[in-house]
């Protein structure tokens, strides 16, 4: 696999995570224009700290950062932009580690499905319709209706691999 195919959290070259983040941030803008959503100064700085990393980030980590640019913000300003965040699905909670990752919406996919590198931490977002029609076939046959779903694989990235 070359590394233009791999995921960018994975790749062994660098990439300007600073055109990342600017895209990410645009793509935001323009989804909350388009469907009408107020995108306020702290939604849009607490989107961009999630995206300055491909690694989790917990809320009261992003909290700690806002305090120190904005002074004494408290713990539901944050949890109200993540809210916001999630709900317009701008960025994902992994669930095992209670922490954020933006959205990489170039996948559409309903159901988010994560490779964690387990040494470097870094988040990969992957598609995989062909995962979405095998649980929703396995959950039609016995009645089940799925609300939310999320998968996540823990293993090495390709560079934590190679040592």
Known sequence: MSTDALPIAF???AHDHKDCVREALARAEEHCHRH???FTRIRRRVLELIWQSHTPTKAYDLLDRIRE????AAPPTVYRALDFLLDAGLVHRIESLNAFVGCDAAHGDRYPKFLICRHCHAVAEI?????DRAIANEARKVGFTIDRETIEIRGLCQRCAAG
Not at 69 to 72: D, L, N, P
Not at 127 to 131: E, F, K, Q, S
């Open 11 to 13: 790749t062994s070259h």
């Open 36 to 38: 009408g959503l107020r």
């Open 69 to 72: 640019e904005r002074g004494g």
């Open 127 to 131: 598609a995989g319709p062909a995962v």
